[in-house]
């Protein structure tokens, strides 16, 4: 089983700046994804950005060039840095943790994160 701290969240003016964390800790696998996922009131989950234990990244269109992924594979660690933060940012933000084939996921709690127009 794997456990997930998330932090960073917040209230931010737009054009501001956030960075979320989220530590992982229990059985980690050798091979792993690990990213970032949110959720607008009223909306579905969606995909934001990941990157593997061995560095690729992957981004959704509409944060690419402003946010950045990022992790510490000693501290099994993900960072999400926010720039630019516009208002439909606005949204609870999920870590969320895999295997290297996408299974045996784990969630963490959400962090919330309001950009104020």
């Known amino acids: 089983q794997v456990q997930l701290v998330e932090s960073g969240g917040g209230l931010v003016q737009a054009g501001g700046s956030l960075r979320l964390s989220c530590a992982a800790s229990?059985?980690?696998?050798?091979?792993?994804?690990m990213g970032w996922y949110r959720q607008a009131p009223g909306k579905q989950r969606e995909f934001v950005a990941t990157v593997t234990s061995s560095g690729s990244t992957n981004y959704a269109d509409s944060v690419k060039g402003r946010f950045t992924i990022s992790r510490d594979n000693a501290k099994i660690t993900v960072y999400l840095q926010m720039n630019s933060l516009e208002p439909e940012d606005t949204a609870v933000y999920y870590c969320?943790?895999?295997?290297?084939?996408?299974?045996?996921?784990?969630w963490g709690q959400g962090t919330q994160v309001t950009v104020a127009s």
């Open positions: 969320r943790y895999s295997n290297i084939w996408g299974g045996r996921v784990t």
């Open positions: 229990g059985n980690i696998f050798s091979g792993d994804v």
